[in-house]
């Protein structure tokens, strides 16, 4: 049976992100009673006021807490989500951040994408009410599943991507293990057209739809990082 893995991080911060926990619990709800495989999710706290704490937390959640976010932003997140899942064994890592609902069309994403010819190098993106592109939006699944060119303008959008351990593993930035770009341009955002830049298939999974509130507050937060305004007062 394949080992599935998400890869989720949340922020919550007055000035930046005040219902980041808020997000955080309802994505995780909406997954452990939607997704019917096995998985482990590998969260990241990045660096919250407050460090999010579960109740009775389930053996398949692991709890990062980042203590410095802007040493890598949101990438350094998904990279090392991708590592510990990788070196973990899993088959499948889904990467996600935490403004986002699931239903039971999340099977579908799974199962269409570990039966996909071209699951070997390629990318793999849902439908979403806010995809920011012509080709994945949708209020439902529609079944169809198709690729794209992948190139600017043209890519699937980052709020969730997809791919096997065999995709990642021919496709690393560098020799550290990292699958998304470390350069600092790309530590707040474009990581995802940069990884597309190197897969040789972005396909749109048309069987899964994602709900996708888009609460860009890390947006703030990489103007603070980029103008040298390291702080939450």
Not at 151 to 159: H, I, V
Request: aromatic letters at 12%; a negative charge; proline letters at 3%.
């Amino acid at each position: 049976m394949s080992k599935i893995a998400f890869i989720c991080t949340t922020h919550q911060s007055q000035k930046h992100r005040p219902n980041g926990f808020d997000l955080f619990n309802n994505y995780l709800e909406s997954l452990y009673l939607s997704c019917e495989y096995s998985f482990k999710l590998f969260a990241f706290d990045n660096s919250s006021e407050d460090q999010f704490e579960i109740e009775n937390n389930p053996d398949n959640l692991q709890l990062t807490y980042i203590e410095n976010q802007y040493k890598g932003g949101l990438t350094y997140t998904w990279n090392e989500g991708v590592k510990q899942a990788i070196n973990e064994g899993y088959d499948l890592c889904i990467i996600t951040s935490d403004d986002q609902i699931f239903d039971k069309s999340i099977n579908n994403f799974i199962s269409d994408i570990l039966d996909h010819p071209l699951n070997t190098n390629a990318v793999f993106g849902p439908l979403s009410n806010n995809p920011n592109n012509q080709y994945q939006y949708a209020l439902k699944p529609h079944g169809r599943i198709f690729e794209i060119s992948g190139k600017p303008k043209d890519e699937l959008n980052g709020f969730c991507l997809a791919m096997t351990k065999e995709t990642i593993k021919a496709n690393y930035f560098d020799s550290e293990g990292n699958i998304f770009s470390t350069k600092l341009e790309d530590k707040w955002g474009h990581q995802d057209q940069e990884l597309q830049s190197r897969v040789k298939h972005s396909i749109v999974v048309g069987t899964c739809y994602l709900h996708h509130i888009k609460q860009g507050g890390w947006r703030t937060i990489r103007n603070a990082d980029i103008n040298n305004m390291l702080s939450y007062d």
